[in-house]
């Protein structure tokens, strides 16, 4: 079982940047991937970004490659999405997703789901 929280989000320059944090608790964080969808009002929800259980790989949407990172520290049980050069199509709610299984498409199916967080850019 895994319980996830983010944090980090907030309103942000159109150019900016904002690192969202999502902490997990249980023992066994480590052996799960980790990854970041979001959702627009009046869209849904997408995948945005994952890596896996060391931190070694990870897959990204295209519309995030070379803006957005990915990243985890398995000691302080927490997963980071770096966000820079932020877009107003980027403005949704970000949430993070666990998965004992890693996601190498955007269609993926975690098992385990925070709460969200708030993005908004603004021009």
């Known amino acids: 079982q895994v319980q996830l929280v983010e944090s980090g989000g907030g309103l942000v320059q159109a150019g900016g940047s904002l690192r969202l944090s999502c902490a997990a608790s249980?023992?066994?964080?480590?052996?799960?991937?980790m990854g970041w969808f979001r959702q627009a009002p009046g869209k849904e929800r997408e995948f945005v970004a994952s890596?896996?259980?060391?931190?070694?790989?990870?897959y990204y949407v295209d519309s995030v490659k070379g803006r957005f990172t990915i990243s985890r520290d398995n000691a302080k049980n927490t997963v980071y999405l770096q966000m820079n050069s932020l877009k107003n199509e980027d403005t949704a709610v970000y949430y993070c997703?666990?998965?004992?299984?890693?996601?190498?498409?955007?269609?993926?199916?975690?098992?385990?789901w925070g709460q969200g967080t708030q993005v908004t850019v603004s021009s």
């Open positions: 890596i896996n259980w060391i931190g070694r790989s990870t």
């Open positions: 997703a666990a998965d004992p299984s890693m996601a190498y498409s955007t269609t993926w199916y975690p098992g385990y």
């Open positions: 249980g023992r066994t964080f480590s052996m799960y991937a």
